[in-house]
């Protein structure tokens, strides 16, 4: 059962297992549980919507579990095209928080998709994926910005 994203929920899975035995042909095996979190990560990924030309940039704040202490070793983007990031190390010791700085490097109208994998020490989770969604929108014509006032409908 992969239970990532089901950090701090319960989860139940069912699957059908067909066998030969005449006497029971088909065995239904459930699994559930509560999956333990190993990070706190708010917001869960980096929205960067705007106009072209604003400055577009979200920082994502990640707190390990005190059951799971983990450092970050390493950061880097699947793609990084439109993207640019860095990692603000944590300035106390306890509690262990990290902010991952994200910033549109698009200067064209359009969409994207991209993640941010971070490398940890951890054997349990040695790579938290956080997700990058772009939308970045024309500015707006000048035609449009004018007010258009005074006109009347013509029968």
């Known amino acids: 059962m992969n239970t990532n994203g089901y950090g701090g929920r319960s989860v139940k899975k069912t699957i059908v297992v067909s066998t030969n ?7 239904n095996l459930t699994m559930s549980g509560t999956v333990k979190k190993f990070a706190v990560i708010t917001p869960k990924f980096a929205r960067l ?16 579990e005190p059951e799971f202490p983990f450092k970050i070793k390493k950061i880097k983007a699947k793609r990084g095209e439109f993207i640019k990031y860095f990692l603000i190390e ?12 994200v910033e549109n490097t698009k200067s064209d109208a359009g969409r994207y998709a991209d ?13 938290l994926n956080i997700g990058v969604y772009g939308y970045i929108k024309e500015k707006p014509s000048k035609v449009s910005q004018k007010k258009i006032s005074g006109q009347k409908g013509t029968n």
């Open 21 to 27: 035995d005449p006497n029971q042909p088909i065995i």
């Open 90 to 101: 944590p300035e106390e010791k306890k509690p262990i928080k990290y902010i991952l700085h």
């Open 49 to 64: 919507a705007g106009k072209v030309g604003e400055t577009l940039e979200q920082d994502i704040i990640i707190v390990p």
């Open 115 to 127: 993640y941010i994998k971070l490398h940890t020490d951890s054997k349990i989770q040695p790579i």
